[in-house]
């Protein structure tokens, strides 16, 4: 089959506390520290073999993730920018949807021709955090698309237990559109996770900033409006992106670059201040970490983008003022379920970001593309 596939060169940094299971596995869980000189190629790649427990997807509709750029591009000391856990040489993807074209042994509830949206968290269900109910921080984690195989190929085996059926999502818009949104299930289940999952102090009517208008940002955008939000206020330096954002409803999309964040926080408040902090840029140290003025009693910070440096925050401001900070990471545990509903009943529609719609065989003019960060959201189509 037709995939693309990451590879990076094993330089561990001087210094990089590595566990002797991260260097025998060569899945480190700080890719920034690891790997190197990262490239990708489309070609060939084994067709994959069905386990008894898993279903066989052809793929539909597979999203590049701002995590996927951060994996294909590399810093000024050469090194991968995603901090998180990577294995290569390996096949990317981890936001799509499938028809289901084979169905395992031990495999009750779908069938053959189900479409389906998959978690990217492969959750085992039986340590310490699962058993807790933690399961985006399972101690046996894999992911799909940076530690095995993904979903920017013609074919992936998934576990019956990740997949989650689109078919109201088909009832409303069609086949083809429900698998262009389930492709972003995954991406809106993680800011779904943030918002609503970490803290549960969600209240309408809550003043909320958003850094970042990519996917997640978008994602959350469309979630907090369906939510009932009051001012909803956007940071990117991306003009296109700030024109997405505003065609999705924002009350304004701002430039960051050289302003003072409080003052423009306070003035599109009208002097109220924010009560949701929504961090999905990856850079909390220019963006959280200047905040101070304009955060409302009881305000929350919900610390979602992963990269950049972390940041110094005013603790004793956040004291002052009740400010809760919650890092937020992944989708499973049941953002899915809510998303595909909220998707279904038309209160949120991602296929408003989404900005070109490309065969695999443009995989690597896409992700190129990507690098200026002017489109929100590209999906690739591998069959």
Not at 56 to 74: K, Q
Not at 137 to 163: S, V
Not at 193 to 199: A, K, P, Y
Not at 210 to 238: C, H, N, R, T, W
Request: with cysteine; net charge negative.
């Amino acid at each position: 089959m037709k995939a693309l596939t990451l590879t990076a060169e094993w330089a561990p940094k001087p210094g990089y506390d590595m566990s002797d299971s991260e260097r025998e596995l060569r899945r480190p869980r700080n890719a920034n520290m690891t790997w190197k000189a990262p490239k990708l190629t489309l070609g060939d790649a084994p067709d994959p073999a069905l386990k008894p427990d898993h279903v066989m997807l052809e793929i539909a509709a597979v999203g590049i993730c701002g995590s996927d750029m951060h994996m294909y591009e590399a810093g000024a000391d050469g090194y991968m920018i995603y901090p998180g856990l990577v294995h290569t040489p390996n096949i990317l993807g981890h936001e799509f949807a499938g028809r289901i074209v084979e169905v395992g042994a031990d495999v009750k509830d779908l069938q053959l021709g189900d479409l389906v949206a998959v978690e990217e968290i492969q959750w085992c269900g039986e340590c310490t955090a699962c058993r807790r109910g933690f399961v985006n921080h399972c101690l046996d984690i894999e992911e799909l698309g940076f530690t095995i195989p993904g979903a920017m190929a013609q074919y992936l085996p998934a576990r019956a237990k990740h997949c989650w059926k689109l078919d109201e999502v088909a009832e409303r818009y069609g086949e083809e559109e429900a698998l262009v949104m389930g492709a972003m299930v995954e991406p809106t289940g993680v800011s779904y996770q943030g918002l609503f999952n970490r803290l549960r102090n969600w209240q309408p009517g809550n003043n909320v900033v958003i850094f970042g208008a990519g996917p997640i940002g978008l994602a959350a955008e469309a979630l907090v409006i369906a939510a009932g939000a009051g001012q909803v206020i956007m940071f990117d330096p991306s003009a296109s992106r700030r024109q997405i954002a505003l065609n999705m409803g924002a009350s304004a999309a701002l430039d960051p670059t050289g302003i003072d964040l409080d003052e423009a926080i306070m003035q599109h408040t009208l002097g109220r201040g924010v009560d949701y902090v929504v961090e999905c840029a990856g850079f909390a140290d220019k963006t959280i970490e200047p905040l101070d003025r304009c955060l409302a009693v009881n305000a929350s910070i919900i610390d979602i983008g992963m990269g950049g440096d972390n940041p110094t925050v005013p603790i004793v401001a956040y004291k002052r003022m009740g400010v809760q900070y919650a890092g937020s990471l992944g989708h499973a545990g049941g953002p899915f379920m809510h998303v595909i509903r909220l998707m279904a009943a038309g209160r949120i529609d991602m296929r408003k970001m989404v900005s070109a719609r490309l065969p695999l065989d443009d995989a690597l003019a896409a992700f190129k593309r990507l690098e200026s960060r002017a489109d929100a959201k590209i999906i690739l189509h591998p069959n």
